[in-house]
Structure formats: C-alpha cells, structure tokens
C-alpha cells in the first residue's frame, strides 16, 4: 500500500502530464507519440491530428497510439478529480478528438487515476460543447461580464 506521500507525488505527476497537452504528452514519452516510433515532429499538434485521423480511418498502429495516449490522459484527469471533485469534466481540442477515437481507453485511465473511493462515483467526461469557439466565447463572456456591471451600465 503507497503512503500518502506517494499517491500526492503520484497525483501531482498524472495532473502535470495532463495538462501539458499534445507537446507534454509527447515530451513524457521520450519524445514518441505513445505507442509508435516516429521521430519528433516539427509540429507535435499536427502530428497527433494526424495521428487521431489515421486512426479514425482504421489503422491498427495509430489507434494503439490514441489507445496508449488516452490511457495517459485519463490518468492525468483522474488525478485532477482527486483535487478538485468536479460535477462533470469537459475535454476540448486532442481531448476531445481522443476521447472520440479512444474513449474507452480515456475512462479506463480516469478509473486508475482516481483515489479507490472516488471510482463508484466517478463524473462523466465530455467533450466540451463548444469545440474549438469555446475559449473564445468564455474570454468574450468575461469581457462582457467585466463592462455589464450595474456600475459600468450607471455611467
């Protein structure tokens, strides 16, 4: 049984990958997609597009790599619901294209990166509703938020 030192450590290094993106995901294989042996792109973003859409089409080494990448990610969400015990979790950008290729894959991850207790009562993982708009339409909001004030709309 891992002290609670290590599961913090655990934790903490699941969470990290997670939100390095497409670049750290990389970077934490060894500088290989997961589960191929391509040599760094010079796009590592494109490459993993690239990736997800052979896989889409049915070629067995590239769905392992989104197999093995969602894995990954899963871990890295896991870890985070440990934290922050959200209602739902949503995935945008190469989330949300793993999670459409490799989502099996993606919740097994979840299950294995969160603490025993939490993996009866785990929130469901969604794609984010607004796709690729969804930042711009959040920072937009804020903006909005910021100027439609009772005392920005008294002057």
Known sequence: MASSGTCRSATRAGAARAARGAAGIWRSTGGRWRGTRAAHPADPRAY????????????????????????????????L????????????GLGADLLSVAGAALHAGVRRGAMA??????????????????????AAE??????????????
């Open 48 to 79: 993993a597009e690239r990736t997800i859409a052979t896989a889409l089409a049915g070629d067995a080494d590239a769905a392992a790599a989104c197999r093995a990448t969602a894995t990954a990610l899963g871990r890295g969400v896991g870890a």
């Open 81 to 92: 619901l440990n934290a922050v015990d959200p209602a739902v979790v949503t995935l945008g």
């Open 117 to 138: 207790w939490r993996r009866d009562d785990l929130p469901p993982v969604l794609p984010a509703a607004l796709g690729s708009s969804g930042p711009a339409i959040g």
């Open 142 to 155: 804020s903006a909005m938020a910021l100027v439609l004030t009772e005392q920005a709309l008294a002057v």
